[in-house]
T-cell receptor, first 114, second 111 residues
């Protein structure tokens, strides 16, 4: 059974700081890994998708890396802003047969202080 | 937002009553999922569908059933609601290639 762990559970930083969120998974037979953002009371918004054959993806101030062999991914946020405050979740798509399931970590609650 | 609509957005129901939540997509995605989100547990998969009339159980499927009679719609039914099913329910869709999309959630309270 795939298990996804996110560390830390909560993080508070001052505005402008660069930060790293961590995600680890137990089964390396993944199809892809996604990072999502969730604002309070809202649904999830996909930030970055990394295919299993890729090492990283970038979007603006966000950079996600994937080391499939070690079961780890990081989300790097540069020059953090108060608007980045949200819960960040990572999820892996497991490859197994012809059906694909998303398994989520419990998320990291990020607070960026002005 | 992606073309995913969940209905209703909020519902209060009594213990023992049946409840159906609807997820409608306009993305023509093959895969659809129902999750519940609870404090301390994160997102947990209830059921998912990999095609019309093709569904399978997730990790917390007891007390829930689903149906998918056409690509656009994925229904989640609580046959007899219990207080432990009070939660926020999210529907998600995926094409199998690009990122997954989530609905805005349904807040269900069972009293």
């Amino acid at each position: 059974k795939q298990e996804v762990t996110q560390i830390p559970a909560a993080l508070s930083v001052p505005e402008g700081e660069n930060l790293v969120l961590n995600c680890s998974f137990t089964d390396s037979a993944i199809y892809n890994l996604q990072w999502f953002r969730q604002d309070p009371g809202k649904g999830l918004t996909s930030l970055l998708l990394i295919q299993s054959s890729q090492r990283e993806q970038t979007s603006g101030r966000l950079n996600a890396s994937l080391d499939k062999s070690s079961g780890r991914s990081t989300l790097y946020i540069a020059a953090s802003q108060p608007g980045d405050s949200a819960t960040y979740l990572c999820a892996v798509e497991n490859s197994g047969g012809s059906n694909y399931k998303l398994t989520f970590g419990k998320g990291t609650l990020l607070t960026v202080n002005p | 937002d992606a073309g995913i609509t969940q209905s209703p957005r909020h519902k209060v129901t009594e213990t023992g009553t049946p409840v159906t939540l609807r997820c409608h997509q306009t993305e023509n995605h093959r895969y659809m999922y129902w999750y519940r989100q609870d404090p301390g547990h994160g997102l947990r998969l209830i059921h998912y569908s990999y095609g019309v009339k093709d569904t399978d159980k997730g990790e917390v499927s007891d007390g829930y059933s689903v149906s998918r009679s056409k690509t656009e719609d994925f229904l989640l039914t609580l046959e007899s609601a219990t207080s432990s099913q009070t939660s926020v329910y999210f529907c998600a869709t995926w094409s199998g290639e690009t990122e997954a999309f989530f609905g805005q959630g349904t807040r269900l309270t069972v009293v």
